[in-house]
């Protein structure tokens, strides 16, 4: 009975050491949450499934959610420990994050790489514009929590038979723009302009003439004044005058201009894919205003991973796949699947990549946002940045409805905008 007892008990000891082992071997699992549909959708998938197959110390699931809410969804699950380790926006969300002590600095597990003598992911983040490596790098403080995957940006679409019968080029400076507007209103009394994502225009104007944007140090933004009046003031009078459409007729700025209500927008170049023109116009499309006063600013999109805090072990996981993901090879493909460009410049000499951009069809805006990206720019991501985006938008609203005067506009403006800055 002894004997009996001692081997049951060691066999016993046997199965609960394996099963602990087998706890113990088990892969960590990684979750990205998305909107995706359609081929970016099939693209992060197969990529998981790639990365799933190539290594056994995690799994990466990919979970599709809802459009609507996801911003809070996703803030809501993070905070109470239970969220995604990666989600894909522009920096200016990650802010929010990492200023609650929710977000990874990434740059820790590139430096624990680079001792290793692994400079994969160093190389490919340094081979970004100097503008866009700004961005990455100007989080407050001085983390790395969002990386770009992919870039767009926005596009002049135009009617190019009304042009040509009134014998008009697509503007290149905001003189030109005024001028055409000018004559496609006398001439056929429709507005010639709206502006389809007005922020990123104002921004543009407040670069080109000069002006800076945040002092991120001080908390206080370095736009306003009388060079800042001007500009509210000549938008205003634009529209005053019909050369400009502020809000659109329709539902949409593409709609408006395939119907003949307006004879031009700027707007993102993923317009391409849902203009039809109608009444027999054909759709022009030329590179955006991106140099004034001998300055040259575009304002570049650019959307990628945030990565979110977890556990260690998960959000070294993250990281992991995402230097899988964002691989020269990987990242073209990506870029395809976004009818995207990619900002880097080690995925741009691969063979995949610029097979896809020689081959881009007639009717693709790519190469006018390609056009610009060499001088595309951008913002500090700190918190009160995505807030005054609106609050720029919103004082012009004010002066273009003649609610306020351009220079009470712009002074309440700055005030609100350094207030955001310091909340």
């Known amino acids: 009975m002894k004997k009996s007892s001692l081997i049951t008990s060691l066999v016993l000891a046997s199965l609960v ?51 609507s809410g996801f911003t809070d969804t996703v803030y809501n699950a993070v905070a109470n420990g239970i969220g995604p380790s990666i989600i894909f926006n522009y920096g200016s969300t ?27 992911m160093q190389d490919f983040i340094n081979s970004l514009p100097k503008a866009m490596l700004d961005e990455v790098n100007g989080f407050a403080d001085g983390g790395m929590y969002y990386l770009p995957g992919a870039t767009t940006g926005p596009v002049y679409f135009y009617n190019k038979t009304l042009f040509d019968e009134l014998g008009l080029n697509p503007p290149t400076n905001w003189e030109e723009l005024e001028s055409v507007c000018k004559t496609i209103y006398e001439k056929k009394g429709i507005p010639g302009f709206h502006s389809d994502g007005l922020v990123d225009n104002i921004q543009t104007l407040i670069l080109q003439n000069g002006m800076g944007y945040i002092d991120v140090a001080n908390k206080k933004v370095l736009f306003g004044g009388e060079k800042l009046e001007k500009i509210y003031q000549w938008y205003a009078d634009c529209c005053d005058k019909g050369y400009f459409l502020f ?18 927008f700027s707007g993102s ?12 116009a054909e759709l022009g499309m030329a590179p955006w205003i991106s140099s004034a006063n001998g300055i040259d600013f575009y304002t570049g999109w650019n959307r990628g991973p945030i990565f979110l805090k977890r556990a260690d072990d998960v959000d070294r996981g993250a990281y992991e796949f995402t230097k899988f993901f964002l691989s020269p090879k990987m990242n073209a493909g990506w870029a395809k699947a976004n009818s995207a460009l990619s900002p880097y410049g080690l995925t741009t000499k691969e063979s995949e990549y610029q097979e896809y951009i020689n081959n881009l069809p007639v009717t693709s805006a790519l190469p006018c946002v390609q056009a610009n990206l060499s001088v595309s720019g951008s913002f500090p991501n700190v918190t009160g940045s995505a807030q005054i985006r609106n609050i720029l938008v919103e004082y012009l609203n004010n002066v273009v409805d003649k609610k306020m005067t351009a220079k009470d506009a712009v002074a309440k403006m700055v005030e609100d905008c350094n207030k955001a800055l310091n909340e």
């Open 17 to 67: 050491f394996m099963g602990c082992s087998k706890k113990v071997s088990e892969p960590t699992t990684v979750e990205i949450w998305h909107t995706y549909n359609g081929s970016q959708q099939e693209y992060l998938v197969n990529a998981a499934e790639q990365f799933n197959n190539s290594q056994s110390k995690y799994v990466v699931k990919v979970l599709a959610q809802d459009y």
């Open 94 to 120: 990650a802010v929010d994050y990492a200023n609650e002590g929710l977000a990874v600095d990434i740059s820790k597990f590139i430096a624990e790489d680079v001792k290793k003598g692994d400079t994969s």
């Open 247 to 264: 809000n659109t007729i329709g539902k949409y700025a593409s709609e408006d201009l395939a119907t003949g209500a307006i004879a031009s």
């Open 269 to 280: 170049c993923v317009n391409d894919q849902y203009i039809t023109m109608l009444n027999g």
